[in-house]
T-cell receptor, first 112, second 117 residues
Framework: RKEVEQDPGPFNVPEGATVAFNCTYS??????FFWYRQDCRKEPKLLMS???SGNEDGRFTAQLNRASQYISLLIRDSKLSDSATYLC?????????????FGGGTRLMVKP | NAGVTQTPKFQVLKTGQSMTLQCAQD?????MYWYRQDPGMGLRLIYY???????DKGEVPNGYNVSRLNKREFSLRLESAAPSQTSVYFC????????????????FGPGTRLTVL
């Protein structure tokens, strides 16, 4: 079983819609989580950090549920420019080092 | 301020050939990392360097070697390339290797697309 699992999608949504992705993790030692955004044939870029119960940044909200071991990303009022692959990332070694474990990514396509 | 740069952008090798992927960062970061990305697999850590002068194996180190040449540069070498090493290779850097300091965000380079025939 992968340490971090995501639905690969694609999620096809109209502009202005609200969309949510979930990500599950198997290693309870993970302390911090991240959402990275990756555009086609580009490098991953940090979107949000999720250090405790959750984080909000404009149209983006990330939540962490430690009891059920999942992280979610909610995007409100989707824009065409939100089309990308969203990578869920865990830290299997807790605070003992900056090794990251990546999920396979969820692809989002926002249509006009 | 270029961030993290990688060369080459593309490379085609024949089985058994060797090559070195170069990575440099201009952010004065202490830690550097090499990942590979394969379809559906997510990024997987090959090697990392927590600080200048140290290197350690990640999740998939077999078939690779690394050198932390100085604080700025971290190279990845394939001694005898195999088709299973066809992948996109990303280098990343972070200010700190230790979590919880707010300086552990990893910044990625643009990647090297490698094909081994």
């Amino acid at each position: 079983r992968k340490e971090v699992e995501q639905d690969p999608g694609p999620f096809n949504v109209p502009e202005g819609a609200t969309v949510a992705f979930n990500c599950t993790y198997s290693n309870s030692a993970s302390q911090s989580f991240f959402w990275y955004r990756q555009d086609c044939r580009k490098e991953p870029k940090l979107l949000m950090s999720v250090y405790s119960s959750g984080n909000e940044d404009g149209r983006f909200t990330a939540q962490l549920n430690r009891a059920s071991q999942y992280i979610s990303l909610l995007i409100r009022d989707s824009k065409l420019s939100d089309s990308a692959t969203y990578l869920c990332v865990g830290t299997p070694h807790g605070n003992a080092g900056n090794m990251l474990t990546f999920g396979g990514g969820t692809r989002l396509m926002v249509k006009p | 301020n270029a961030g993290v740069t990688q060369t080459p952008k593309f490379q085609v090798l024949k089985t058994g050939q060797s090559m070195t992927l170069q990575c440099a960062q201009d952010m004065n970061h202490n830690s550097m990392y090499w990942y590979r990305q394969d379809p559906g697999m997510g990024l997987r850590l090959i090697y990392y360097s927590a600080s200048e002068g140290t290197t350690d194996k990640g999740e998939v180190p077999n078939g690779y070697n690394v050198s932390r040449l100085n604080k700025r540069e971290f190279s990845l070498r394939l001694e005898s390339a195999a088709p299973s090493q066809t992948s996109v290779y990303f280098c990343a850097s972070s200010e700190s290797f230790w979590r919880g300091l707010g300086t552990d965000t990893q910044y990625f380079g643009p990647g090297t697309r490698l094909t081994v025939l």
